[in-house]
């Protein structure tokens, strides 16, 4: 296995906030496929063969042991992505596998006979009659140049997995705020999304924001990053549940202070913010709230519209969407249908997941299955 960068697995040992986020305890295949933006279909076949569930066995079965978390997300026990680095590499020199990093591949051709030539860093040559390409997510052109030289297409790269820059400065003040469940959208990309939201120095991040971004990825990136963000604070009621809420509130709490009395699950601060954001005078009691400023208030709880003027990269995963073109690979062995002899496996193809251990289990089954086929066990 000839490696570019100086380190084995940096990108697993940065995953995770450096916990490594294993997999997903989602173990039906077609349960587990909706959680892929693009590339779900395609992995329904893989996934019936190696799973989460074959993943943790491996794991553990090799001495590490493993936790799932509430929301399903699974980390070794010892939060270190070294536990998994270490036992990676023990089962790598178990099997024989000559690791050698700091040496990138220059170059690489079709034998006239069968095989491959590699043409590696300083000039080495490396002969062979099966080849893996495992380069990564196609962040750059170089990434999937080797995949392009042997014939294939490249389905362009954007980023997906990212958090929104918002300029609103009540947005900025109120970093370290995090609602459970809100509702976001964006219009003009047909995205809309459930989850926890944290609100930022930069801006907005969570399970809702980098969902809305792995499924708008390519609507979000024709926007320029430049689109208009609504988010819904309270999904669990309708428009006329809160208005009766509302009225309820005017009718048992007649003099108290609007701004003082949040609904829940919203953060004071963020009510606070929500009821001047409406137009409601920091005064003003509920008796003495107009029907015009109700009306406000419930389109500001339901349906706040933030200006979005760009991303921030989310600092657990690096994720891209994009890379070789999935009906150029035949998925019962990960075999390219363009260049016999040849495999690819992981992000290098047009395969993304959400967040939460998904990227890391597509790259698992891939990987699985083109190893056992290279070998001639399937």
């Not at 090799?62 to 399903?72: N, P, S």
């Not at 001047?276 to 339901?302: D, S």
Request: aromatic residues 6%.
């Amino acid at each position: 296995m000839v490696e570019k960068g100086a380190s084995l697995l940096a990108k697993v040992r940065i995953s995770g906030g450096g916990r490594c986020n294993v997999t997903h305890a989602s173990f039906d295949a077609r349960e587990l496929a909706g959680s892929y933006p693009r590339g779900g279909r395609a992995l329904l076949g893989p996934f019936a063969r190696f799973q989460p569930r074959d993943t943790m066995a491996w794991f553990t079965a090799r001495g590490v042991a493993l936790k799932t978390e509430a929301d399903g997300r699974v980390f070794p026990v010892s939060d270190s992505s070294a536990t998994v680095i270490d036992c990676l590499l023990r089962a790598a020199a178990a099997a024989g596998v000559r690791l050698r990093p700091n040496c990138g591949v220059e170059a690489v051709s079709r034998r006239p006979e069968r095989g491959f030539e590699l043409t590696l860093a300083r000039g080495e040559r490396l002969v062979c009659d099966r080849l893996l390409l495992a380069t990564g997510g196609c962040r750059t052109s170089a990434a999937g140049a080797l995949a392009v030289v042997l014939g294939h297409t490249l389905e362009p790269p954007v980023p997906s997995l990212f958090t929104f820059r918002v300029e609103a400065a009540w947005v900025r003040e109120l970093a370290g705020v995090s609602v459970e469940t809100v509702e976001v959208s964006v219009p003009a990309a047909g995205v809309r999304e459930r989850g926890a939201l944290l609100l930022t120095h930069q801006g907005l991040s969570g399970p809702a924001v980098l969902r809305a971004s792995a499924w708008g990825a390519r609507a979000l990136h024709d926007l320029g990053y430049r689109f208009a963000l609504r988010v819904n604070w309270l999904p669990h009621l309708t428009g006329d549940g809160v208005a009766a809420e509302v009225q309820r509130r005017r009718a048992c709490e007649p003099g108290r202070l609007v701004v003082n009395a949040p609904f829940a699950p919203l953060a004071a601060r963020l009510w606070r913010r929500l009821v001047l954001a409406a137009g409601i005078e920091h005064g003003t009691r509920w008796a003495e709230l107009t029907r015009a400023g109700q009306q406000r208030l419930v389109h500001q709880l339901l349906g706040t519209e933030l200006p979005v003027t760009g991303t921030s990269a989310n600092k657990e995963e690096f994720v891209t969407c994009g890379g070789v073109r999935l009906a150029e690979v035949g998925f019962k062995t990960m075999a390219s249908r363009v260049c016999p002899g040849l495999f690819l496996a992981g992000e290098l193809l047009d395969i993304d997941g959400l967040t939460g251990g998904f990227n890391f289990q597509a790259a698992w089954t891939t990987g699985w299955i083109a190893g056992r086929a290279m070998a001639g066990e399937d």
